[in-house]
């Protein structure tokens, strides 16, 4: 085996950042920028525009390499080439305004960006081809760009764990103190730098040669043929099962089913994708006729999406993950039809009629938004209007006595509304302006409780189970800045903690420079060194008892009536309750479900 020499990973390495330049330079600023929010330990530092400029960096990488792609396909002169560049550039200051700050940083955002991560990929994967339709290219090309992507990725953390156990060696050797930051800006360092201009040092430029390239993986072969078609076959015949079990029980699908046709769908397509070129060849036919049993067998599975999708829809009303669940179930057909349909089999339609999807799922009147928002908000009116809370198109003021289920489930609707559109959808239904009712909001996630309390109705979790034999209770920092002023100056080290408990025996830790934050049921709180002994101890129950005997069940608390301070020589720590959510049965059983802590450390 020959390995490649200092100077040809040096000539690749100088190619790859003129070829790609923009990509590069961006990877690198994205870098120092994380270097230098680790090293801030203000975590409010990271609440602001730089925070967004990573994430949209994250988005916009493959759409510098897509742009790039396609101009070499288009464009001849060189120096023309990097013109395009400017759209993602523009697109990038764009997005990182766009962004909210992270407090604000809801499912909406999170949606979107994820579609926007697989639309700029699945460009990546045609780019060069719009004006070619070359099949063997095309994956050849994809085959390449997949095999350097799982490469670059064991490099990278082979290349973090050699150095990470160097820094250790050296520390325990020499006695030398390292800051822990350091392995995480090392780790910034590998994947923000390292790792994708390997990757793009592999990216091919001559398109055209790969079309006669006929070479094929023996190891990708066997493991296709001899896993991943078993397991497709496997997972066929269990879902035919259900198929049978529904058709005799007469009982319609359960909801999950359909993530089950899908994965099984997905997965049996990449597995005929992974195999595509060796169908052609007169010694594996078997393989094409394989393919085309495959696609005639998923038709039952998707008529079974179908009905699930629409038990979901019936019931709940279209949201967000229904919308994209049916877009794939339409998909799925789309792309059987036409691979059964078309001899030659083009595989470049599978990315792009995708990124097609994606797209419409994300802009316009019919995107995943847009639907899902005007089907939860009408599902909402209706059950208002039945239980007389809503009278010509406002909420009627004073307490509503409606059932538990019926509570809950607008507290869902509205938790769904507020958390992925926000309250402003809502604003038709008040006579008051909910803007200025929330003007002063610390926490953005308490507005859902708020507003369906603005109802008359009781607000219920998704974890309220409503037994008459048990109380439950929600306490949040209120809204008033004036009665939430702390002076927090005392303490060094600050962190967020969030968790769902339920489990008595559930335990969570997070390091805190020498020492170990560690949670074990929502009550009681240990400090740890770093031989695990207990530094400080921190029991909450006595506190929650006279807060539940104090208030009602639902009530915001300044901050000062919501934070816990315990201290002994070693440590001194405070605990600030943003928001918790408990459940009672009777005054010495009380269970946390979940909370949301501020947590401030000081060691002296």
């Given at each position: 085996?020959?390995?490649?020499?200092?100077?040809?990973?040096?000539?690749?390495?100088?190619?790859?950042?003129?070829?790609?330049?923009?990509?590069?330079?961006?990877?690198?600023?994205?870098?120092?920028?994380?270097?230098?929010?680790?090293?801030?330990?203000?975590?409010?530092?990271?609440?602001?525009?730089?925070?967004?400029?990573?994430?949209?960096?994250?988005?916009?990488?493959?759409?510098?390499?897509?742009?790039?792609?396609?101009?070499?396909?288009?464009?001849?002169?060189?120096?023309?080439?990097?013109?395009?560049?400017?759209?993602?550039?523009?697109?990038?200051?764009?997005?990182?305004?766009?962004?909210?700050?992270?407090?604000?940083?809801?499912?909406?955002?999170?949606?979107?960006?994820?579609?926007?991560?697989?639309?700029?990929?699945?460009?990546?994967?045609?780019?060069?081809?719009?004006?070619?339709?070359?099949?063997?290219?095309?994956?050849?090309?994809?085959?390449?760009?997949?095999?350097?992507?799982?490469?670059?990725?064991?490099?990278?953390?082979?290349?973090?764990?050699?150095?990470?156990?160097?820094?250790?060696?050296?520390?325990?050797?020499?006695?030398?103190?390292?800051?822990?930051?350091?392995?995480?800006?090392?780790?910034?360092?590998?994947?923000?730098?390292?790792?994708?201009?390997?990757?793009?040092?592999?990216?091919?430029?001559?398109?055209?040669?790969?079309?006669?390239?006929?070479?094929?993986?023996?190891?990708?072969?066997?493991?296709?043929?001899?896993?991943?078609?078993?397991?497709?076959?496997?997972?066929?015949?269990?879902?035919?099962?259900?198929?049978?079990?529904?058709?005799?029980?007469?009982?319609?699908?359960?909801?999950?089913?359909?993530?089950?046709?899908?994965?099984?769908?997905?997965?049996?397509?990449?597995?005929?994708?992974?195999?595509?070129?060796?169908?052609?060849?007169?010694?594996?036919?078997?393989?094409?006729?394989?393919?085309?049993?495959?696609?005639?067998?998923i038709f039952p599975l998707i008529i079974l999406l179908f009905l699930a999708i629409n038990v979901r829809i019936s019931d709940y009303g279209i949201t967000e993950n229904r919308y994209f669940v049916l877009a794939l179930a339409v998909w799925l057909v789309f792309i059987s039809v036409y691979l059964l349909i078309n001899k030659q089999r083009n595989i470049k339609i599978i990315p792009i009629s995708l990124s097609v999807i994606a797209i419409v799922s994300i802009i316009g009147p019919f995107s995943a938004f847009s639907v899902s928002e005007n089907?939860?908000?009408?599902?909402?009116?209706?059950?208002?209007?039945?239980?007389?809370?809503?009278?010509?198109?406002?909420?009627?003021?004073?307490?509503?006595?409606?059932?538990?289920?019926?509570?809950?489930?607008?507290?869902?609707?509205?938790?769904?509304?507020?958390?992925?559109?926000?309250?402003?959808?809502?604003?038709?239904?008040?006579?008051?302006?909910?803007?200025?009712?929330?003007?002063?909001?610390?926490?953005?996630?308490?507005?859902?409780?708020?507003?369906?309390?603005?109802?008359?109705?009781?607000?219920?979790?998704?974890?309220?189970?409503?037994?008459?034999?048990?109380?439950?209770?929600?306490?949040?920092?209120?809204?008033?800045?004036?009665?939430?002023?702390?002076?927090?100056?005392?303490?060094?080290?600050?962190?967020?903690?969030?968790?769902?408990?339920?489990?008595?025996?559930?335990?969570?830790?997070?390091?805190?420079?020498?020492?170990?934050?560690?949670?074990?049921?929502?009550?009681?709180?240990?400090?740890?060194?770093?031989?695990?002994?207990?530094?400080?101890?921190?029991?909450?129950?006595?506190?929650?008892?006279?807060?539940?005997?104090?208030?009602?069940?639902?009530?915001?608390?300044?901050?000062?009536?919501?934070?816990?301070?315990?201290?002994?020589?070693?440590?001194?720590?405070?605990?600030?309750?943003?928001?918790?959510?408990?459940?009672?049965?009777?005054?010495?059983?009380?269970?946390?479900?979940?909370?949301?802590?501020?947590?401030?450390?000081?060691?002296?």
């Amino acid at each position: 085996m020959r390995f490649p020499s200092i100077s040809s990973i040096t000539r690749k390495a100088l190619f790859s950042l003129k070829r790609f330049p923009f990509a590069i330079v961006l990877t690198v600023i994205t870098s120092i920028v994380a270097i230098y929010i680790v090293e801030q330990k203000d975590f409010y530092l990271r609440n602001n525009i730089l925070t967004n400029f990573i994430f949209a960096s994250f988005i916009v990488f493959p759409f510098f390499i897509s742009v790039k792609l396609i101009a070499e396909s288009f464009i001849k002169n060189k120096i023309f080439q990097y013109l395009p560049s400017l759209i993602p550039i523009v697109f990038l200051v764009f997005y990182t305004f766009w962004l909210p700050e992270t407090a604000k940083f809801n499912d909406y955002y999170i949606t979107i960006s994820l579609i926007l991560v697989l639309i700029f990929h699945l460009l990546v994967s045609f780019a060069p081809f719009l004006r070619k339709a070359k099949h063997n290219s095309f994956w050849q090309f994809n085959n390449v760009l997949f095999q350097r992507f799982l490469v670059s990725a064991f490099f990278s953390v082979v290349l973090y764990g050699g150095l990470s156990i160097a820094l250790l060696s050296f520390n325990a050797l020499f006695d030398f103190h390292i800051n822990e930051d350091l392995y995480l800006e090392l780790w910034v360092i590998i994947i923000g730098v390292f790792s994708p201009w390997f990757f793009l040092s592999g990216v091919h430029e001559k398109i055209e040669i790969l079309e006669s390239n006929m070479s094929y993986p023996k190891g990708l072969k066997i493991f296709t043929q001899f896993v991943l078609l078993p397991i497709v076959s496997v997972y066929l015949l269990i879902l035919y099962a259900y198929i049978v079990k529904i058709v005799t029980q007469g009982e319609w699908p359960i909801g999950w089913v359909s993530y089950l046709v899908l994965g099984f769908s997905i997965t049996g397509i990449f597995s005929l994708l992974l195999i595509y070129p060796l169908q052609f060849k007169k010694e594996n036919r078997f393989i094409y006729r394989f393919s085309k049993w495959f696609y005639f067998a998923i038709f039952p599975l998707i008529i079974l999406l179908f009905l699930a999708i629409n038990v979901r829809i019936s019931d709940y009303g279209i949201t967000e993950n229904r919308y994209f669940v049916l877009a794939l179930a339409v998909w799925l057909v789309f792309i059987s039809v036409y691979l059964l349909i078309n001899k030659q089999r083009n595989i470049k339609i599978i990315p792009i009629s995708l990124s097609v999807i994606a797209i419409v799922s994300i802009i316009g009147p019919f995107s995943a938004f847009s639907v899902s928002e005007n089907s939860q908000f009408n599902r909402l009116k209706i059950i208002l209007t039945e239980n007389n809370i809503l009278k010509n198109g406002k909420i009627l003021k004073g307490k509503k006595e409606i059932d538990f289920k019926t509570s809950k489930n607008i507290s869902s609707i509205v938790s769904y509304i507020v958390n992925m559109h926000g309250h402003s959808i809502l604003q038709p239904l008040f006579t008051q302006n909910l803007d200025s009712i929330f003007v002063d909001t610390v926490r953005y996630y308490t507005k859902d409780r708020d507003i369906v309390e603005l109802m008359g109705v009781d607000y219920f979790s998704q974890w309220d189970r409503g037994d008459e034999n048990i109380s439950y209770y929600y306490f949040n920092a209120g809204f008033n800045d004036n009665q939430n002023s702390m002076d927090i100056s005392a303490y060094e080290y600050y962190f967020l903690f969030n968790d769902y408990f339920g489990d008595a025996e559930k335990e969570k830790i997070i390091s805190i420079n020498k020492y170990k934050f560690l949670s074990i049921n929502g009550l009681d709180y240990y400090v740890l060194d770093d031989n695990d002994n207990r530094v400080l101890e921190i029991n909450t129950l006595s506190f929650w008892k006279e807060k539940m005997r104090t208030y009602n069940l639902s009530h915001n608390l300044t901050k000062n009536e919501l934070s816990f301070k315990a201290q002994n020589d070693s440590v001194s720590v405070m605990l600030l309750f943003n928001s918790i959510n408990l459940n009672s049965a009777d005054s010495n059983n009380i269970v946390v479900s979940n909370a949301n802590i501020d947590v401030f450390i000081k060691i002296p």
